[in-house]
Nanobody
Framework: VQLQASGGGLVQAGGSLRLSCAVS????????MRWYRQAPGKQREEVAS???????NYLDSVEGRFTISRDDAKNMVYLQMNSLKAEDTGVYYC?????????WGQGTQVTVSS
């Protein structure tokens, strides 16, 4: 299984971005899918997850601003990010634990200018 994240970029504070994660196999509906981020000098943190049942869970600091979703037919996972803040800056990774192995996308850079 391979994951490929895209959609990052430079945006002003208050703006929006939508990240996409393309998954190489039909697994998004069968596994919890996650987005993580890593800011410079900080540890990687989980930002959002979507359960097999389609329920989203969020880091407190992004609750109400970010929305995770998926398209089972396209094997895609998305992260809609609104009202972006400077502290949302970082490299964003999609993740799945598939058959007991952590799989990561290559990361996409999000930079929010204040």
């Amino acid at each position: 299984v391979q994951l490929q994240a895209s959609g990052g970029g430079l945006v002003q504070a208050g703006g929006s971005l939508r990240l996409s994660c393309a998954v190489s196999g039909p697994i998004v509906s069968r596994n919890a899918m996650r987005w993580y981020r890593q800011a410079p000098g900080k540890q990687r943190e989980e930002v959002a997850s979507i359960t097999k049942g389609g329920y989203g869970n969020y880091l407190d600091s992004v609750e109400g601003r970010f929305t995770i979703s998926r398209d089972d037919a396209k094997n895609m996972v998305y992260l809609q990010m609104n009202s972006l803040k400077a502290e949302d800056t970082g490299v964003y990774y999609c993740h799945v634990n598939y058959l007991g192995v952590d799989r990561w996308g290559q990361g996409t850079q999000v930079t929010v200018s204040s």
